[in-house]
């Protein structure tokens, strides 16, 4: 059989130059070439998988033939070390066994509280402000994530930390993207003026983590949290707790993947309804009608159907991880090709196969209609949380939260687009609006 299409790009550099300038435009073009499209990098080559029925073979059917040996995984862990998002094998496959109770159906629905409240927090302050005030509601979803994660998490009050976990995170997200699209990028230890930024922001989150560490070990008390599980768990076989920097990796991944992706998607969720009018209203009659203006419960939430649609929609168009990437650890055949060798890649990319016309009509039209649909098309059409063992483990968790806090946010507020403020995607390893998202905020 043929090989499968080829992007074009330069002789050793390949596509290099074309993703630092524009990564999604990349995929994008790439993806208009076919199922399965090489893409070349210097000194290895990936291999993006459009159709949902080859997402799903890497995913989960032939899930055990891949890896994360990749250099965005390897940019990552220069961050989050070996928490659950980068670590592998055997040791991924505990660390997630003792993570998942943290995040059983009966613990996420005890969040509900906690997740109203700290939007209650946020909504104070908005009430204090004028009809027509400019509010950045990405810092502003930001703050009220990380408080939720600190609280359900981990028992603490993040809400000081907000400001600096905040600053810290971007700096970390932008300079892992960086050192993944510069391959010659100096060691960390060269103190470059990006390094010496990048060194000083790890230092911030690795402080902040292991004074959380250390305030459980003082004070002690069952909590029941997450922190509390990876705390007591013993190895079966040596009875070994973790080590403090395997605790530090759990925490700081938790911390990160916990609240950065929710914002982001929440953000993108408010911007999106800002331009469909429609379906603006039809979630603020749904609100008022379930809520009839109180705070969102738990019980609430079967009730907030196009709530959740709306949710959807916005993770199918704008996904947070817009793009995922797998190291070939195995032989395998994909669409009729065999995929082979050390430095190959697939990549998956939510962002091209949910905006697919074949299996989304008026793919980039913000429809939430479609999501209450009895028919929703092939299953890894859409896949914001992954899918498969390594599906994203606070799928639940994020769902519930992203529900009840903009059923909270639109119940009084109604936030609309701020003339000529640029809103355009960056694909750190997260898509985050570049300019962050200020908005008009006004009380309905
Ligand atoms: C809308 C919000 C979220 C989105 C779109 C999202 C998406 C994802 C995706 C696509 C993955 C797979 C990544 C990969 O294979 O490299 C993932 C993994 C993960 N997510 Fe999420 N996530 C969200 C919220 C959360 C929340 C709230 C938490 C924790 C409270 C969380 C914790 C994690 C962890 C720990 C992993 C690694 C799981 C593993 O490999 O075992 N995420 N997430």
Redesign the pocket.
């Known amino acids: 059989m043929s090989a499968p299409p080829r992007l074009p790009g330069l002789p050793v550099l390949g596509s290099l130059l074309d993703v630092q300038r524009d990564m999604i435009q990349v995929f994008e073009r790439a993806a208009r070439l076919g199922d399965l499209v090489e893409l070349s990098f210097p000194g290895r080559r990936g291999f993006l998988v459009v159709h949902p029925d080859q997402v799903k073979q890497v995913l989960v059917d032939e899930h055990a033939k891949f890896g994360?040996n990749t250099a965005g995984y390897k940019a990552l862990q220069v961050a989050l070390g070996q928490g659950?998002?980068t670590s592998q094998g055997e040791f991924?496959r505990r660390q997630?066994r003792i993570?998942q109770p943290a995040f059983h159906h009966q613990r996420i629905v005890g969040f509900a509280g906690i997740m109203a409240e700290a939007c209650e927090v946020m909504l104070g302050r908005w009430r204090a402000l004028p009809d027509g005030a400019v509010v950045d509601v990405d810092a502003e979803l930001m703050a009220v994530t990380l408080r939720i994660?600190g609280q359900a998490?981990m028992s603490v009050d993040l809400s000081d930390e907000t400001g600096d976990v905040a600053a810290a995170m971007t700096v970390v997200l932008r300079g892992t993207v960086h050192r993944l699209l510069h391959p010659l990028s100096p060691p960390l230890w060269v103190p470059t003026p990006r390094n010496r930024q990048l060194n000083e922001a790890l230092a911030r989150l690795n402080h902040l983590v292991r004074s959380l560490i250390t305030q459980r070990r003082q004070h002690g008390g069952e909590h029941g949290d997450l922190l509390d599980m990876l705390m007591t768990a013993r190895d079966e076989e040596t009875g070994e707790g973790m080590t403090d920097e395997q605790l530090r990796d759990e925490v700081l991944?938790?911390v990160s993947?916990?609240?950065e992706?929710?914002a982001n998607?929440l953000t993108w969720t408010l911007h999106l309804l800002a331009g469909a009018p429609e379906a603006e209203a039809r979630l603020h009659a749904e609100v008022d009608e379930v809520l009839g203006g109180r705070v969102p419960t738990l019980e609430d939430l079967p009730r907030l159907v196009y709530t959740e649609a709306v949710v959807k929609e916005s993770?199918r168009i704008m996904?947070?991880?817009w793009m995922?990437a797998r190291s070939v650890e195995a032989p395998v055949t994909i669409l009729g090709h065999e995929l082979t060798g050390p430095n190959t890649m697939v990549f998956l990319s939510p962002w091209v196969t949910q905006r697919d016309p074949r299996f989304w009509q008026d793919p980039l039209r913000f429809y939430p209609e479609r999501f209450l649909a009895a028919e929703q098309g092939p299953k890894y059409a859409y896949f914001?949380?992954?899918g498969g063992p390594?599906?994203?483990?606070?799928?639940a968790?994020?769902m519930m939260?992203?529900k009840l806090l903009l059923a909270s946010m639109v119940r009084g507020h109604r936030l609309a687009t701020l003339p000529g403020h640029p809103v355009e995607p960056e694909p750190t390893i997260t898509l985050r609006p570049k300019y962050g998202l200020k908005m008009i905020l006004s009380r309905r």
């Open positions: 994360k659950l998002v991924w997630r993570a994660v998490l991944t938790m993947a916990g609240h992706t929710t998607a993770l996904p947070p991880v995922l914001p949380f992954a390594r599906v994203c483990i606070g799928n968790f994020a939260e992203a």
